[in-house]
């Protein structure tokens, strides 16, 4: 599903926040294991389920729940923000969404 829109849609952006260092690999390793294709990988900081402050996602959340998605528009403002599972189709919806919306203004 993100390849689609990385592929065909230069406006999208993904950044990917890994809570899972070293299970079973480091931040390192999956971004070396990764490709130009894959979302950008933020390495550094303490999540808030570990009690982390001042960290990226506590400039939106305060759950300590994962995952965590935030949607931020072409005008760099907050779209949407989730907390828990989202389908890939429920993604998908938002993303077109911001899409269509950037096409209108």
């Not at 294991?33 to 390495?43: A, C, E, K, Q, R």
């Amino acid at each position: 599903m993100v390849l689609e829109y990385i592929d065909d849609k230069p406006e999208v952006v993904i950044i990917s926040v890994l809570y899972d260092e070293y299970q079973p690999y480091s931040c390192s390793a999956w971004a070396n294991g990764g490709n130009s294709s894959l979302p950008i990988m933020i390495n550094g900081g303490v999540s808030l389920t570990q009690q982390g402050q001042n960290t990226l996602e506590s400039l939106f959340f305060n759950e300590t729940q994962i995952p965590k998605r935030v949607f931020i528009d072409h005008e760099l403002k907050v779209h949407s923000k989730f907390v828990g599972y989202q389908s890939h189709e429920d993604i998908k919806e938002i993303i077109d969404e911001m899409l269509t919306n950037m096409e209108i203004n």
